[in-house]
């Protein structure tokens, strides 16, 4: 990564800023513990100029009420500075159904945006041009599909393959653990990830199959150390997975993405995300043997604290957002969406997303803190809460792997009920007033004006369902259903499932086709008693 050569690194005082800052080289010790950004283990960065080079994808979670409108705040967002498009799919769509099945009533469009079809994904990105953005899909038991669609719809504009970028977060392991839009039992769900992750590693290089998810984990209630511990556990399983496909570390790793949280304590958040780089690099050339530095860098997107917005006083929630967003950064992200305030009482509104994306453009265009690489380096309370942090996620994968792994973790029981332990004295102590939380049990007012609410209009859904038959009666009928034969055919075998759910998204057949297809070769997974 090359510094921009019209920049100038100065303080507001117009002091010369270098590009990075560590004790004399004689301090050996010092130096093999850190290393230098872009040099394993990657403690201080995976890029040698880090932000003074490129700064960091500033992504707007959003999606809602309908394909169209999602489409104009896209639009809203990039014009006013957004680098990256980051799609939120509502639960029907996360969990396999279509807009008119009778397990969509009443949830069509409330925390995301319908996607039906392949008309549907048309519509969300009309007049956004595939092989100039990169968008990022929350999206987890039909991560398959929605790729499918996303890849469709580029190659209807025209774009190859190789300009496609992005991310889906693929991730479904955490979905047993901490969010629950799961749709098939554990080992099929593992295998249509994988088939992801093959599939990238083949036609995709500028995709990311997978976004390994510690924010959720996070959400649920676990700890820093916690988050970093049962994120790795499951990476660990996906590599595995893969490997055993028959695929080479090296063939697939530098394509691995990871999702974190950033939370309220300001330190131990940037130690976090420091002690993650160290540890999964560690990971990846000691235990897999790799020899690539790409499949070393661990390269992650982060979100502020959806649980630390707060009903109460809502206006604080822009402070809180500001302070993780600035730990986030100094953490070394490569990616961040900021929450906007209102989110803790619905959708956020345009302005409310405005002023979020505002806070991440003030921190990289006035803060000063991306003159230089790693700031914070060498603070003896940042290094300590570092080695802490790494060592404690240490003991937690020593005690899965005496468990058999992530998913036996999962099955058992055990990672659910460290959360929940962890979940619970957290609540304790905010319920005896032993932890503030200002405006909730600490600066109360009685009486709080409370901001405009976004409502997305009933006649959504009904408009939905009305799409849905056009396309039903339009479209090909028999290429649509042979497609189906073929992927179920396909799925009772062991091939990778992607060319095939491709034809299905192309021949016009709906999430709620195709997934109902693979629930009956897979069956559906109705949870675990041991949860």
């Not at 896209?74 to 769509?93: C, E, H, M, R, W």
Request: net charge negative.
């Amino acid at each position: 990564m090359n510094e921009t050569n019209n920049n100038k690194f100065e303080t507001l005082s117009n002091l010369p800023v270098e590009r990075i800052y560590s004790p004399d080289n004689s301090r050996v010790e010092y130096l093999d513990a850190l290393g230098f950004p872009g040099e394993y283990p990657f403690t201080r960065g995976i890029q040698p100029t880090m932000y003074r080079g490129r700064l960091w994808t500033m992504r707007q979670y959003a999606g809602f009420a309908s394909a169209e409108e999602s489409n104009a705040r896209y639009k809203y967002l990039l014009s006013q500075g957004q680098t990256g498009l980051s799609v939120a799919f509502d639960l029907p769509t996360q969990t396999g159904y279509d807009s008119d099945a009778q397990m969509a009533e009443g949830e069509v469009g409330k925390v995301g945006v319908p996607i039906s079809s392949l008309q549907d994904m048309e519509q969300l990105f009309d007049g956004i041009p595939l092989d100039q953005v990169s968008t990022s899909m929350t999206i987890n038991a039909t991560a398959p599909i929605l790729l499918a669609l996303y890849v469709a719809v580029a190659r209807k504009q025209g774009v190859p393959n190789a300009k496609i970028r992005g991310t889906t977060q693929n991730d479904i392991l955490k979905e047993y653990i901490a969010r629950g839009t799961y749709i098939y039992p554990p080992k099929e769900s593992l295998r249509l990830t994988v088939d992801v992750i093959e599939f990238c590693a083949r036609e995709l290089p500028g995709w990311n199959p997978i976004s390994i998810s510690g924010y959720h984990i996070r959400e649920a209630g676990a700890t820093a150390v916690q988050e970093i511990a049962f994120t790795f556990a499951n990476a660990i399983e996906y590599v595995n997975a893969s490997l055993a496909r028959g695929m080479k570390i090296d063939d697939f790793a530098p394509q691995l993405s990871f999702f974190f949280v950033s939370q309220m304590d300001f330190c131990e958040e940037i130690a976090k995300f420091r002690a993650a780089r160290r540890l999964w690099a560690n990971i990846i050339k000691e235990r897999f043997g790799s020899n690539d530095l790409r499949s070393m860098m661990l390269r992650f997107h982060t979100q502020t604290a959806g649980v630390s917005l707060t009903a109460q006083q809502p206006e604080n929630n822009i402070v809180r957002t500001a302070i993780e967003a600035m730990a986030a950064v100094l953490g070394g992200t490569q990616s961040l969406h900021t929450n906007s305030y209102d989110e803790a009482l619905a959708l956020p509104t345009q302005e409310s997303a405005q002023i979020a994306l505002r806070t991440q453009q003030i921190i990289a265009y006035e803060s000063g803190v991306t003159n230089t690489v790693d700031p914070l380096a060498g603070s003896y309370y940042i290094e300590h809460l570092t080695d802490e942090i790494e060592t404690r996620a240490r003991e937690y994968l020593a005690q899965i792997e005496k468990i058999g792994g992530a998913q036996r973790a999962i099955e058992t029981g055990f990672i659910n009920r460290e959360i929940q332990e962890s979940a619970w004295k957290f609540q304790k102590a905010v319920d005896k007033g032993e932890r503030a939380v200002v405006g909730v049990n600490k600066f109360v007012m009685d009486e709080e004006i409370k901001p405009r609410i976004l409502r997305p209009s009933p006649a959504a859904q009904e408009k939905q369902k009305a799409r849905l038959r056009e396309l039903r009666a339009a479209r090909d009928t028999a290429r649509c259903a042979e497609s189906l034969r073929g992927l179920e055919n396909a799925a009772r075998g062991t091939e990778n499932l992607m060319p095939h759910i491709l034809q299905c998204v192309e021949s016009y057949a709906t999430v709620g086709e195709i997934s109902n297809t693979l629930r009956r070769v897979f069956g559906e997974y109705r949870g675990n008693a041991a949860f």
